[in-house]
C-alpha cells in the first residue's frame, strides 16, 4: 500500500514562492506516474502538474510551477513560483502505479495524499 504525505503548504503574499513536497512510502516513485492536483472551495479537483519520463502542466501554471522528483529521496515536488490568488486551494499529491502514462483525470490515479491548504493572498 503506497501512502503519501504532502507538506509545505501555507499563506503567502501574491508574486511569492512555495514549495510542496509529497513523500511517498510502501511504494517508488520512480516507477509511478506521480501528480500534483488541487481543489479549490466550491469547484472540482483539476489536474495541476505531473511527472513520469516527461512533464505535463495545467496552462494556467506553465512557466510559474514545476514538478521535481527525487528517486533517491522517493519525492515528489511542486515548486510554486509567482503564485496568484487564484491559486488558493488544496493540494494533492497522487500516484498511478498501473500506468507510466500521464493523465489529467483524477480517477487514474491510485493513491492520494491527504492533502496540504495553499493560500495566496492579493
Known amino acids: 500500500q503506497v501512502q503519501l504525505v504532502e507538506s509545505g503548504g501555507g499563506l503567502v503574499q501574491a508574486g511569492g514562492s512555495l514549495r510542496l513536497s509529497c513523500a511517498a512510502s510502501g511504494g517508488t516513485v520512480s516507477r509511478y506516474a506521480m501528480g500534483w492536483f488541487r481543489q479549490a472551495p466550491g469547484k472540482e479537483r483539476e489536474f495541476v502538474a505531473a511527472i513520469t519520463w516527461t512533464t505535463k502542466y495545467l496552462d494556467s501554471v506553465k512557466g510559474r510551477f514545476t514538478i521535481l522528483r527525487d528517486n533517491a529521496k522517493n519525492m515528489v515536488y511542486l515548486q510554486m513560483n509567482s503564485l496568484k490568488p487564484e491559486d488558493t486551494a488544496v493540494y494533492y499529491c497522487?500516484?498511478?502505479?498501473?500506468?507510466?502514462?500521464?493523465?489529467?483525470?483524477?480517477?487514474?490515479?491510485?493513491?492520494w495524499g491527504q492533502g496540504t491548504q495553499v493560500t495566496v493572498s492579493s
Open positions: 497522487a500516484a498511478d502505479a498501473d500506468s507510466f502514462a500521464i493523465s489529467v483525470r483524477s480517477g487514474v490515479y491510485d493513491y
